[in-house]
């Protein structure tokens, strides 16, 4: 396979930073020296390794654009940038056939399914990156299918600490909802506890002082009706590490679709975990 050529958009955030950063040490990838980020950021670049950034802001597109149609060979968007900017930002990605990876939460994800689907560009779109937090989404899955309503009438909390600059509730935890709903347990979204006081984390959670500004921490709670049996799942990631390695098996795999042809269709990070 080719080098594949990545443009990060989100730069300078810190997300965006490290995904940046694993890109540009690594010889499958060539970070393009442009990003697409946004409208509050001040600064007009900034450094990866020894790359030098320019940033582009929403109301730049078009020249952003220009700068791309001067690539030699396709290119892949990788996208952390704001919950309000998904579904623009998609559409700017299809509108100008860029296949994408998208790690930014929120927005209208039903909407940027549609966007990408009616377009001439394939992209993997997942709520977390973390293939082995995914894995443990699909066994979740696969119980929920294969054995609804195991937990009907227990009682259910979902609470989910990320750093104080995380400004939408998780979209993993999001997901694990709509398990748990066929799993017996009526739950809506709107019910989960959203952690972002670094107090509270640090107090009450026990989040190591080095991860307030990087972290995500869930737990599962589910309790019987008589309050006899009580189950707990958790995953705690500190940092940014898994996430950030996950999107590069993203690039990879989505990089593979491109060669062959694939246009219009979404892909999830359980394809990328099964490779098919």
């Known amino acids: 396979m080719n080098t594949i050529n990545v443009m990060i958009s989100g730069l300078p955030g810190n997300m965006a930073a ?27 670049e900034t450094v990866v390794g020894p790359v030098s950034v320019r940033l582009f802001r929403p109301e730049e597109r ?13 290119l892949i968007a990788v996208d952390y940038t704001h919950p309000l900017a998904v579904n623009s930002n998609a559409s700017f990605y ?11 939460t929120g927005g209208d994800r ?42 009907k009438e227990y009682r259910l909390e979902i ?18 909802t709509d398990y748990f709903n066929r799993l017996g347990i009526p739950f809506s979204k709107d019910r989960i ?14 989040v190591p002082e080095e991860y307030l500004a990087g972290h995500g921490w869930h737990t599962y709670t589910l309790v019987s009706a008589d309050e006899t049996v009580r189950f707990e799942f958790v995953h705690n990631v500190n940092g940014r590490e898994v996430y950030a390695h996950g999107t590069l098996d993203a690039i ?21 975990l099964k490779g098919v």
């Open 159 to 176: 609470r989910e600490s990320h750093q104080k600059g995380k400004a939408d509730t998780s979209g993993t935890a999001k997901a694990m």
């Open 18 to 44: 490290r995904v940046a950063g694993l890109v540009a040490g690594d010889d499958a990838f060539e970070l393009l020296p442009y990003s697409l980020t946004g409208s509050e950021i001040t600064e007009s």
């Open 62 to 74: 078009e020249e952003l654009l220009e700068e791309i149609q001067k690539i030699d060979g396709p």
């Open 193 to 206: 506890r959203m952690i972002r006081e670094p107090e509270v984390q640090r107090s009450e959670l026990g």
């Open 110 to 151: 039903e909407a940027l399914t549609k966007v990408v689907e009616g377009s001439s560009v394939p992209a993997v779109i997942a709520p977390n990156m973390a293939k082995q937090i995914v894995g443990f989404q699909a066994m979740m899955e696969y119980a929920a299918r294969e054995f609804p309503d195991l937990f």
């Open 252 to 272: 990879r795999y989505l990089a593979e679709k491109i060669e062959q042809g694939i246009e219009g269709r979404v892909f999830t990070m359980i394809d990328v």
């Open 94 to 104: 299809c509108d100008n056939s860029i296949p994408f990876v998208m790690g930014t």
